[in-house]
């Protein structure tokens, strides 16, 4: 008796009200669930635009059951031919595809996507090409069956470039060996801890937008509990 | 300093595996959040699948910058064109516009929406029709200014019938007043009250399938937290 557990932190950059990080969630009309999340090259308004553009196509393709490696690309296809090769944006998606009985995890961009399984953690970064600029660009993917114990870690550059300034760099497999020393972690805590770390190395001051994306597989304590649940805050004012 | 809260519990009539209710959200491109709620006539794939449909087209129309009231009546002509209106489903939008600082409660369903304020419950009952079978078809719009204490509470069929088997119909109201006492409850200790006390009803075996929606606007204990978080969870096998 499982559960599968999907969590999201998310902050803009410092002094910018916006963040250029898009993060959009569907069901996928087979069952189970897709994460969409894009970072739009630049901050501000026109990055946002961007990164909301090119979430919302990919969300529409794969909810009308476009599988993922032929939504990514028709997505890069779709900002290529409409933004003539000239902006770049990065992709990831993320399903919890209850077909295949699969995660699969698809990207478009230079940060890795770190997966623990109750072994060990594994860092995704072969290399691969955000969307927009080249032509013909595809994602690199990776499946990995649904069992307990296994959690997919997605994030954006705020992350990966997180203390850079200070020289202070994150160093996010560490942070995530620690976060996930108990294999079976709320996704929640992961994803707000992970924020968290980033946002210390820049001094409370994140140098860029920061999205952690979390999904998890968990064992489920109370198996009469057939309750889905979605929960969202966000402060305004 | 306040924040959004938005939460849903969802679960499928009993012995049926997949819930024919539908709930999206998404962002809206001019900042805030949109949750849309559909329920399919029937029950079990059919109703999922119509469902779906409905909420997809709604949801897209949104993401496009569509206005509330204009993407319900497109949704409802597609659904009339496309299944020559021999098909209903019931729809609900409910908005949180960062433009006009207002939620926007969008209704084409006989649930009624039921808003609480520091000092009062409203409901919101109006005639209306369902999506899909009449020409011409419009949603009931309400317009509330978002302030603290705010809740807005929409709900599917699940609800509005518990009991009814058992001659014990369920008080929606009453357990509203009651889970609403203290009126800064989190929106999520909300959607899964109302739930289970429409359960409850049923004995524990939903007569239908039952979801709750629940937007909130609460008072924000950290004003230094800026980040928006997204959480899910569902329970497999």
New interface residues.
């Given amino acids: 008796?499982?559960?599968?557990?999907?969590?999201?932190?998310?902050?803009?950059k410092y002094a910018v009200s916006?963040?250029g990080d898009?993060?959009?969630?569907?069901?996928r009309?087979g069952?189970g669930?897709s994460l969409v999340l894009t970072d739009g090259q630049g901050s501000g308004a026109g990055a946002k635009?961007l990164s909301?553009l090119a979430a919302?196509k990919a969300v529409?393709l794969l909810?009308?059951g476009v599988r993922d490696g032929a939504a990514a690309r028709a997505t890069h296809d779709f900002l290529y031919a409409h933004k003539k090769g000239r902006v770049s944006a990065t992709l990831n998606i993320v399903s919890v595809d209850?077909i295949t009985n699969t995660i699969v995890i698809s990207r478009n961009s230079h940060c890795p996507v770190i997966v623990a399984d109750p072994v060990s953690l594994h860092v995704y970064d072969q290399p691969c090409q955000p969307i927009g600029i080249y032509p013909r660009t595809k994602p690199v993917i990776t499946e990995i069956p649904?069992a307990p114990g296994i959690t997919a870690v997605i994030y954006s550059d705020g992350v990966l470039h997180a203390g850079e300034r200070t020289g202070q760099r994150l160093d996010v497999v560490a942070a995530l060996e620690d976060l996930l020393q108990d294999r079976y972690a709320a996704?929640?805590a992961v994803?707000?801890g992970l924020?968290a770390a980033a946002v210390a190395r820049d001094r409370g001051r994140p140098g860029d937008d920061v999205s952690v994306v979390v999904v998890a597989v968990r064992p489920?304590p109370d198996t009469t509990?057939?309750?889905?649940?979605?929960?969202?805050?966000?402060?305004?004012?």
């Avoid at 008796?1 to 969590?7: D, K, R, V, Y």
């Avoid at 898009?22 to 069901?27: A, H, K, S, Y």
């Fill in positions: 008796m499982i559960e599968i557990q999907a969590a999201v932190a998310k902050v803009a916006e963040s898009t993060l959009e969630m569907i069901e009309p069952g669930l635009a909301h919302r529409s909810a009308d209850l649904i996704a929640q994803a707000d924020l489920r509990d057939t309750v889905r649940r979605l929960s969202m805050t966000f402060p305004i004012l």
